[in-house]
């Protein structure tokens, strides 16, 4: 017995000190009490490393995949369509007939989701025509309505740059 193991073949036992090789012939070792010989616990500490290096490995493509779907659905999402871009043109237009107002806080435009014709948005998906009007204080402080016609290009996003505006 000893604190070191004085070979290969030593075995370390619960007791935390180190036995030689038992000496019977024939039989195995006895197993009760007793730890894998050196040579063995290295081995399988290298097979528990590999082991642990491919579960790393899993978990890091896992996280680049989720990456890389999260980059591709965000992208699809930042686009409006349809409607979104129709609605997108008459609130862009009001804002260029407000920026020609003498008092644009007076401004009052009809609501575009009301299905009255009073607002009127044609074309897309990149240019689109507004028809409409504005109710707003002329120079006198009376109010005047104004017929519009706007026209838009969508630039991407959110955004939009003027064509054409007619009052």
Not at 83 to 106: K, M, N, Y
């Amino acid at each position: 017995m000893s604190d070191f193991p004085e070979g290969a073949d030593w075995w370390k036992a619960t007791d935390g000190r180190w036995y030689p090789p038992p000496t019977t012939i024939g039989g195995d070792p006895p197993k009760e009490g007793l730890v894998a010989p050196a040579e063995t616990r290295a081995a399988e500490r290298d097979a528990a490393v590999k082991k642990s290096g491919r579960g790393c490995l899993i978990g890091v493509l896992v996280v680049v995949a989720l990456i890389v779907a999260l980059s591709l659905s965000d992208g699809s999402d930042d686009e409006p369509e349809g409607d979104d871009l129709r609605a997108g043109a008459f609130d862009v237009c009001t804002q260029f007939v407000e920026d020609r107002l003498r008092a644009p806080g007076s401004a009052s435009f009809p609501n575009q989701f009301q299905d009255d014709g009073e607002v009127s948005i044609t074309g897309g998906p990149e240019v689109f025509t507004v028809r409409s009007h504005v109710d707003a204080e002329n120079g006198f402080g009376g109010e005047v309505r104004t017929p519009f016609v706007c026209q838009v290009r969508h630039t991407g996003g959110d955004n939009f740059s003027l064509i054409d505006l007619s009052l």
